[in-house]
């Protein structure tokens, strides 16, 4: 049962370019959650997304960041107009629908964006 | 609200014991803890539920006292490979966490 996959596991983009960040949950999870990591920092939350809805996006930044699960395919963090204060570790996290809370979240090794 | 962990950093030497620490203003329903090496994906460790239950997969315990919204992760006979930054994260009700700023764990031979 193949974990958490997130691609690419390095991006690097000039400041004013788009980044896409791509995560698939584990087989037969349909909660999917984003974090950042900041260097030497914890991990911050971003958005938790079911599939086609987004539940809680209290963690986006108001402005150029947005993130989908559809239906069918990966789940995608987008990033517009990229500025250095975006490098960081983007992590995603899948957890399986039980509709409860406590469920362990499994985390993917990450996208690590570098914005020059 | 993001938890506050204690302390910043611990060295032990392999077969010390340790103790970390995290805490809540908020009221909780669970409490999950992580372990991150260097460039890597942060690692589940274990969560504690209110109530009691406790879900893990290693041999590192944990409380949690639901009174105080506190949990204390014990790392016991550490090994080398216990070194990292641990992380804990509080859940309330609604799925998502709030993560720690982190403990760096050095375990030395």
């Known amino acids: 049962n193949a974990g958490v996959m997130q691609n690419p596991r390095h991006l690097v983009r000039r400041r004013g370019q788009e980044a896409r960040l791509r995560c698939s949950p584990m087989?037969?999870?349909?909660?999917v959650y984003w974090y950042r990591q900041l260097p030497e920092e914890g991990l911050k939350f971003m958005v938790y997304?079911?599939?086609?809805?987004?539940?809680?996006e209290s963690g986006m930044p108001k402005e150029r960041f947005s993130a989908e699960f559809p239906k069918e395919g990966p789940s995608i963090l987008r990033i517009q107009q990229v500025v250095r204060g975006d490098s960081a570790a983007y992590f995603c996290a899948s957890s399986p629908p039980t509709g409860q809370g406590g469920d362990e979240q499994f985390f993917g090794p990450g996208t690590r964006l570098t914005v020059l | 609200q993001q938890p506050v962990q204690s302390p910043q950093a611990v060295i032990l030497r392999e077969g010390e014991d340790a103790v970390i620490n995290c805490s809540s203003s908020?009221?909780?329903?669970?409490v999950h803890w992580y372990r991150q090496k260097h460039g890597e994906a942060p690692v589940f460790l274990m969560i504690l539920l209110k109530g009691g239950e406790q879900k893990g997969h290693e041999k590192i315990s944990a409380s949690f006292n639901e009174k105080k919204q506190q949990s204390s992760l014990y790392l016991t006979a550490s090994q080398l490979s216990y070194s990292g930054t641990y992380f804990c994260?509080?859940?309330?009700?609604?799925?998502?966490?709030?993560f720690g700023a982190g403990t760096t764990v050095t375990v030395r031979a």
């Open positions: 908020k009221a909780l329903y669970s």
């Open positions: 994260g509080t859940e309330k009700t609604d799925y998502k966490l709030s």
């Open positions: 087989k037969g999870h349909s909660h």
């Open positions: 997304l079911q599939k086609e809805n987004i539940i809680d």
